[in-house]
């Protein structure tokens, strides 16, 4: 690395003032105070708890808040400080303090970076809690394979965040891997961040089913829809679907219920289907799948609308949520986002859930193809 002098750190220490200064404006840290105090006023009242899904709700976001709070007042109060490191180390001609402060500026940029990408988020449903279905595509075996390895990568992301994530189905497939599961992931701006990842994912490696040891491309695909919530007013008709219950199982067809507790819903109109069977009870299930349901409705109503939009609009491009991503394990090492071109030579990482940097890219690089006006 070149060598930075203490006039290259504080210039970049004043740009990032004024970024960091943008994105409290943009994100309005005046009112979340004021909608903290509210919410913790909500909190201890004696009976919040008389309705447990209104309680959760303020519980939830009041930890939302706080933690956006948290995170933009640490942030200020790092540039701030290390603003003050180094004017002591300049006047002190303290080459250690000069590199103390280099190291925290690159440290600062990384997370200013990452906040500035949530201000990006501003469509309708950007705030939204995520619902994630992934799906084996062309392939087969490695399809499959492929399908259970992204869930575990979006889960292992979830996991580094503390993102609560649950699981409501996986359809497992006859030798290996899935043939789909839907996932929800708990956190406030979890459907902002995560729509970038809709899409079709494609994996060349060498098969470890082929006992040829043969070159093998397959692919699978990426659903991600808001949570809806009460006020979506998607009224599903009774006589617009159609319930089957049947006995939830596990890997290889192994039963992992005694009962039909299992719950497949039919929209009829749409031919959408959804199942769900992480519960023991037949009710909960029931009422996770209805739920899954409403959202894919709204996810269709909402294409419906851009495509409207679009028809308006004239010539449009085809859809970038299409193949979207490689994962290339052979003949060399490589992600590579194809809307983006973001890569990384280490594929590894990837699957363990380091995707920030593709995530945050594909926020930038849509916003860049959203028109103006």
């Known amino acids: 690395m070149a060598d930075v002098t203490i006039q290259d750190l504080a210039d970049e220490l004043r740009r990032l003032d004024q970024t960091l200064s943008g994105i409290e404006k943009v994100l309005d840290i005046d009112r979340l105070r004021r909608e903290k105090a509210e919410l913790e006023t909500q909190a201890a009242a004696p009976d919040l708890w008389d309705d447990q899904e209104a ?137 902002g961040t995560l729509s970038v990842e809709a899409g079709t994912h494609r994996l060349v490696r060498i098969s470890p089913f082929d006992n040829q040891g043969r070159r093998q491309t397959s692919f699978a695909a990426v659903e991600v829809v808001p949570v809806v919530e009460k006020t979506d007013e998607i009224e599903i008709p009774e006589d617009d679907i159609r319930v089957d219950v049947y006995r939830s199982s596990g890997p290889g067809g192994q039963g992992v219920n005694t009962t039909d507790s299992a719950v497949r819903i039919t929209h009829i109109p749409t031919g959408i ?77 990837v699957f363990d859930g380091d995707i920030d940097a593709f995530i945050e890219a594909g926020i930038r690089w849509r916003r860049e193809q959203q028109p103006v006006g």
């Not at 948290?70 to 002591?88: C, I, K, N, Q, Y």
């Not at 490695?142 to 609560?164: I, K, P, V």
């Not at 199942?275 to 419906?304: D, G």
């Open 273 to 349: 289907v959804v199942t769900c069977q992480n519960e023991r009870s037949q009710i909960q299930n029931r009422a996770s799948a209805m739920a899954i349901l409403s959202a894919k409705l709204l996810a269709l109503k909402q294409e419906e609308e851009r495509a409207k939009i679009d028809e308006l609009r004239g010539d449009v491009a085809g859809s970038w949520g299409d193949q979207m991503r490689s994962y290339v394990l052979h003949p060399y090492q490589m992600v590579k986002d194809l809307r983006t071109t973001h890569e990384t030579g280490n594929p590894q990482a």
């Open 55 to 191: 309680a959760q709700q303020v519980t939830s976001r009041l930890s939302y808040v706080q933690g956006e709070l948290a995170r933009l007042e640490s942030l200020r109060s790092r540039v701030d400080d290390a603003g003050v490191l180094l004017e002591l180390a300049e006047a002190e001609d303290d080459a250690g303090s000069v590199a103390e402060v280099e190291a925290e500026v690159t440290r600062l940029r990384k997370s200013v970076d990452e906040l500035e990408v949530r201000t990006l988020l501003s469509g309708e449903y950007d705030q939204r809690e995520a619902l994630v279905t992934i799906r084996a595509g062309a392939g087969g075996v490695d399809a499959a394979d492929f399908a259970e390895m992204l869930l575990r990568m979006y889960l292992r992301w979830a996991e580094r965040h503390h993102y609560g994530t649950e699981v409501y189905d996986t359809s497992y497939a006859e030798e290996a891997g899935l043939k789909s599961a839907t996932f929800q992931v708990k956190s406030p701006y979890a459907y």
